[in-house]
Structure formats: structure tokens, C-alpha cells
């Protein structure tokens, strides 16, 4: 039997037992991220959306290149199907002449002559003759060895192509569902943070350098306000590598279409050399890109819900490589 203190001492612990419980903190059930861990994660996203859509458009980059190399292999063997053919010809009347009874040979030509010096003529003629069976026979040889090759090659090249196509269909399906992934978690943005993003920002006029850089820059600017769209070419849409190619191509320099294309553009320059219109390149998969404004801002198509805007360099994200096309 418990005694009426010992009572009294268990009674006391529960209840200091509930004291403390109650002053500790819980969390609820269902915790929702923060806004700041949000956003995280949707640029986090939006950082492998963007790596996926320069895959996707490097493989059709690596596809026309491909059809270009199809394209060549079937015109040479043509060429060469159209020459062994020709060749062949030329060999088969030599077949013909001597089987059906011409006799190119010395004791023919001696026989037949009516004297030394036609005995001679005969003679050249017969060299002449059989010099050019030889050269038929070879080219022909050569012929033939240049369509099996050019075949091979076609070949090859159709093999590549229908590879190439079904990785193309394959990042395709990737980036549709990552793309699901980014906008499921746009949505999950609260309303503060979504206008934010939408935010055009500095729109003010900016002066830019003579030549070709401020050229580039001077419509790099000009497309602030414009929305993000994954593998759009402009004019009203912009990913962040078409955004570039088209600004250098506005100042009549031709760049690659993908950020890792324009990743190996003109020469490398430091940090501290950055200057308008350099190119700078972001994340060690060098799948983001944005064009210097100076040295401390740029102008780049961000990502989806994103206008084109400027931004601080060091903010946009880790920065890869930076490369001059001018000068």
C-alpha cells in the first residue's frame, strides 16, 4: 500500500511533467515551408529546367548537324554511283573490243604490218590502248571503293539521325515534367513572392558603348519585360541563350544557340575585367547565361513567371565562365 507522501510525490511529478511538456514548443502536423525555402526550391528547379533545356536544344543543334552530314554522304554517293557507272562503261567496251576479236598485242600488230614504221604506229596505238584500259580499270577500282565508302558513311549518318531523334523525344518528355515540377511550385509561392518575380524591374533608359558589345546590348535591353518561355527564339519570348544569339546577331556577330555554345564564344575575361556586353555563364552545368550591362549589373531571361530583366551579376547565380566577343 502506498503511503499518503508517497502519494503526494508522484502527484507532484506528473504535474511538473505537464509544466514542462507544456512549455515546450510543437510543431504542427502539417508544417509548410517558408517562404524563403520556397523560393529556394523553385529556383532550384528552375536551375535543372533550364540545364534540361539546353540539352534539349544542343541535341537539335547535334541533329542538323547530323542531317547536314546525311545530306553530304548521300550526294557522294551519287557522285561516286554516277562515276562507277560511267567507268564501267568505258571498261566494258575495252572487254568487248578485246574479246570480239581485236588482238592487242605485239605479234598481232607484227603480223599485220605493212611495214617498220607501221609496224611502230601499231605499236603506240596498242600502248596507247592498253594504258588507258589499266587507268579505266583503276579508276573504276576507285570507283567502286568511294561509293562503298560513301554508303557506309550514309549509313552511319541515318543510324546517328534516328538515335539522335529518339534522345531528342526523350529530353523532350524530361523537361515537360520538370517544367510540371517548376509550376507546381510557382503556385505554392505566396502572393508577395509571385509578384516579385514578375517584377520587370529597372526599366530606365541605359546608356551603352559604341561597336559591336553595345550593339548586342543596346537589344538585349530593349527586350526587357519580355516573358521567359523554355525554347522560345523571340521576338516576344526569350529563353536565356536565344535572348543572347539574337542580341549578338542584332550587332551582326553569329553565336552558338545554347548556353554551352556560347559558353566557348570569343575569349575568356576575369570577374574584375567584366564590361558591357560580356557574356557570362552560370552554374558548373553552364546551363544559364546573361549579358553585362557594367560591371556590377546584367540583363538575362531568368526563368518561367520571370520577365527579362537586370539583375547584380554575383546574385543571378554561380558564375562559370565569362566570355568577350568584341575586342
Known amino acids: 500500500m502506498v503511503s499518503q507522501p508517497s502519494r503526494r510525490t508522484v502527484r507532484g511529478a506528473i504535474v511538473a511533467a505537464a509544466v514542462v511538456a507544456a512549455a515546450l514548443p510543437t510543431a504542427p502536423a502539417n508544417a509548410q515551408p517558408s517562404a524563403a525555402d520556397a523560393l529556394k526550391k523553385y529556383n532550384e528547379l528552375s536551375e535543372q529546367a533550364s540545364r534540361l533545356n539546353q540539352d534539349h536544344l544542343k541535341a537539335q543543334d547535334d541533329?542538323?548537324?547530323?542531317?547536314?552530314?546525311?545530306?553530304?554522304?548521300?550526294?557522294?554517293?551519287?557522285?561516286a554511283k554516277q562515276a562507277e557507272e560511267a567507268l564501267r562503261g568505258q571498261v566494258d567496251l575495252l572487254t568487248e573490243a578485246s574479246f570480239g576479236g581485236a588482238r592487242f598485242n605485239q605479234l598481232s600488230a607484227l603480223l599485220v604490218s605493212n611495214s617498220q614504221q607501221d609496224f611502230l604506229n601499231r605499236m603506240t596505238a596498242i600502248n596507247i590502248l592498253a594504258t588507258d584500259n589499266a587507268e579505266a580499270l583503276k579508276k573504276l577500282t576507285d570507283a567502286v571503293d568511294a561509293a562503298d565508302a560513301a554508303t557506309r558513311k550514309a549509313n552511319e549518318a541515318t543510324e546517328a539521325s534516328k538515335k539522335l531523334l529518339g534522345e531528342i523525344e526523350a529530353k523532350k518528355t524530361e523537361l515537360a515534367k520538370q517544367l510540371d515540377e517548376v509550376?507546381?511550385?510557382?503556385?505554392?509561392?505566396?502572393?508577395?513572392?509571385?509578384?516579385?518575380?514578375?517584377?520587370?524591374?529597372?526599366?530606365?533608359?541605359?546608356?551603352?558603348?559604341?561597336?559591336?558589345?553595345?550593339?548586342?546590348?543596346?537589344?538585349?535591353?530593349?527586350?526587357?519585360?519580355?516573358?521567359?518561355v523554355y525554347g522560345s527564339n523571340g521576338p516576344d519570348s526569350w529563353d536565356c541563350s536565344s535572348l543572347i544569339q539574337k542580341a549578338?546577331?542584332?550587332?551582326?556577330?553569329s553565336i552558338g544557340r545554347t548556353s554551352y555554345a556560347q559558353a566557348a564564344a570569343g575569349r575568356p575575361v576575369s570577374r574584375s575585367e567584366v564590361k558591357a556586353g560580356d557574356i557570362i555563364v552560370y552554374y558548373s552545368s553552364q546551363s544559364h547565361v546573361a549579358m553585362a550591362v557594367d560591371n556590377v549589373?546584367?540583363?538575362?531571361?531568368?526563368?518561367?513567371?520571370v520577365p527579362v530583366k537586370i539583375a547584380d551579376i554575383n546574385s543571378i547565380g554561380p558564375i562559370s565562365v565569362i566570355r568577350r566577343i568584341e575586342g
Open 183 to 228: 509550376r507546381a511550385q510557382y503556385n505554392q509561392l505566396n502572393a508577395a513572392t509571385q509578384t516579385a518575380l514578375r517584377n520587370k524591374g529597372d526599366m530606365s533608359t541605359i546608356l551603352v558603348p559604341a561597336g559591336t558589345a553595345g550593339k548586342a546590348l543596346e537589344f538585349a535591353l530593349a527586350q526587357r519585360g519580355e516573358p521567359y
Open 248 to 253: 549578338y546577331a542584332y550587332a551582326g556577330v
Open 63 to 79: 541533329l542538323k548537324a547530323r542531317q547536314g552530314e546525311l545530306d553530304k554522304a548521300k550526294s557522294d554517293l551519287t557522285v
Open 297 to 305: 549589373r546584367a540583363v538575362h531571361a531568368s526563368t518561367e513567371g
